[in-house]
C-alpha cells in the first residue's frame, strides 16, 4: 500500500467517524460527553473500545445511532491523556469476525 493510499484511509476512518458522532450528538445531545464520562468509570485498567461500548449501555448510556460514534471518544479520551494504545487485540463482536481491534489502557 502506498502512503497516499494510506492518508485516504485515514481521512475517509475520521470523516465516518465524525459523521457518526456529529449524527449521536443529534439524536441525543451531550451523548460524546456522557460515554467520555462512561469510559472513565469503566472499571477495568485495559479494555477494547467494544467492552467499553457494551458497558456503557447495560449501564444506561443511551446507544448511539452506530457504534463508529465510539471511535470519536476513544480519539478525544487519547488525546486528553485519559488513555494509551497499547497493541491489539482480537475482536469479541460476531459481526467484526475476530478482526484486530485497538487495545487501551487508562493513563490515571
Known amino acids: 500500500m502506498n502512503q497516499l493510499n494510506i492518508f485516504e484511509a485515514n481521512r475517509r476512518r475520521d470523516k465516518g467517524i465524525k459523521t ?26 485495559e479494555f477494547m473500545a467494544e467492552d467499553v461500548r457494551a458497558w456503557a449501555y447495560l449501564m444506561g448510556l443511551k446507544p448511539a445511532p452506530h457504534a463508529r460514534a465510539w ?18 487485540g482480537k475482536t469479541a463482536n460476531p459481526t467484526a469476525h475476530r478482526t484486530p481491534a485497538s487495545m487501551w489502557k487508562k493513563t490515571g
Not at 456529529?22 to 469510559?39: C, F, G, I, S
Not at 471511535?71 to 491489539?88: F, M, P, S, W
Open 20 to 45: 457518526a458522532a456529529d449524527h449521536a450528538e443529534l439524536v441525543e445531545p451531550t451523548w460524546q460527553d456522557k460515554a467520555l464520562e462512561m469510559l472513565g468509570k469503566y472499571p477495568r485498567q
Open 71 to 88: 471511535g470519536a471518544v476513544i480519539q478525544r479520551a487519547n488525546k486528553e491523556g485519559l488513555i494509551e494504545h497499547i497493541g491489539y
